[in-house]
């Protein structure tokens, strides 16, 4: 309240901006994870998903925020970034998005991958906004939405490789599952959009 007497209003945050926060705090997170592993004696990265153990199930929640090494988070991060902004602002549906690719990709990557390995690392997540926004563009043919699948193709359509097993100590299957659950999560929430709009699409 002003000395007035007026009610100051409060300015309330662009919901665009609401919308990056998220993606800002995974990637902190992150961060702090690889600078806490720094610290003598502490292996985080050993609870990264451990394929079909039972102890290694909880590795699909954390897997997204162990990095072997800053080299590798670093490699992740930029594309993380972009993408994961992408997918903030033009579509609003970040939350969903992550969590749809995190848990599902995660499960099919804990089902199938090799024994006696350690998955880790953001990829899986890069390759699911990469498959989802490519994918949102083609199923809303929104002109926003295409020219950021155009984009994605643009930049980051090398990274298909990644799926194929091809490079020793690489996960290929969280970049496979990631990208399929990517695509479903797209085919998942926009029939939820469809279905709240009576079946248009707004233009």
Do not use: C
Not at 47 to 57: A, D
Not at 99 to 125: F, M, P, Q, R, Y
Request: hydrophobic residues 50%; without cysteine.
């Amino acid at each position: 309240m002003s000395s007035s007497g007026q009610v100051t209003p409060r300015r309330e945050i662009p919901p665009a901006v609401a919308a990056m926060v998220p993606v800002f705090v995974m990637v902190l997170l992150m961060w702090a994870q690889e600078i806490v592993d720094l610290v003598p004696g502490v292996d985080l990265d050993q609870y990264g998903i451990r394929p079909r153990e039972g102890e290694g199930l909880p590795g699909v929640l954390a897997a997204p925020f162990l990095h072997g090494g800053f080299d590798h988070l670093i490699a992740n991060t930029g594309a993380f970034l972009v993408l994961g902004l992408l997918i903030a602002v033009t579509t609003r549906r970040y939350p969903a998005v992550t969590i749809g690719v995190a848990l599902l990709g995660g499960l099919a990557t804990w089902l199938v991958a090799g024994e006696n390995t350690v998955h880790i690392g953001a990829s899986g997540l890069v390759y699911g906004y990469a498959a989802f926004l490519v994918a949102w563009g083609v199923l809303t043919r929104r002109v926003l939405s295409v020219v950021v699948a155009t984009v994605v193709v643009l930049m980051y359509g090398s990274i298909a490789l990644g799926v194929l097993p091809v490079q020793p100590g690489v996960s290929w299957q969280g970049h496979l599952f990631g990208a399929l659950t990517g695509v479903l999560m797209a085919f998942v929430l926009r029939g939820r959009q469809e279905r709240g709009q009576g079946g248009t699409d707004r233009r």
